[in-house]
């Protein structure tokens, strides 16, 4: 199972950011697969910002959870991040992380299978 992180590498303050994980080797709707987006920022280190289940059902961390938005494309076997309102506190490497049952550890290493992360940086 492959999971591979894109998205734009800087982004403005006070826009919004969508992150793509585009999964191979497994279907996103497996039983019982949870698909998660963990960061690593220089301030805060690992936080685990939220997931996806198999079946469509989205957890966040309260940290994320009001600017936060996990979504998917069964067809193209992908899942997005999108936040918005970015402040440069933002400004980490994104994971796409997942493992067969439901978990918040903030560490990839944690999980199953997960991917090479993207940067994002947030700047004017």
């Known amino acids: 199972v492959q999971l591979q992180e894109s998205g734009p590498f800087l982004v403005k303050p006070s826009q919004t950011l969508t992150l793509t994980c585009t999964v191979s080797g497994e279907s996103i709707e497996t039983k019982y697969y949870f698909w998660n987006w963990i960061r690593q920022s220089p301030g805060k280190g690992f936080e685990w910002m939220g997931a996806i289940a198999y079946s469509g059902s989205t957890y966040y961390s309260p940290s994320f959870n009001s600017r936060t938005t996990i979504s998917r494309d069964n067809a193209k076997n992908t899942v997005y991040l999108q936040m918005n309102s970015l402040k440069p506190e933002d400004t980490a490497v994104y994971y796409c992380?997942?493992?067969?049952?439901?978990?918040?550890?903030?560490?990839?290493?944690?999980?199953?299978?997960w991917g090479q992360g993207t940067q994002v940086t947030v700047s004017a």
């Open positions: 992380a997942a493992d067969g049952r439901f978990g918040v550890s903030p560490h990839t290493s944690d999980y199953k299978y």
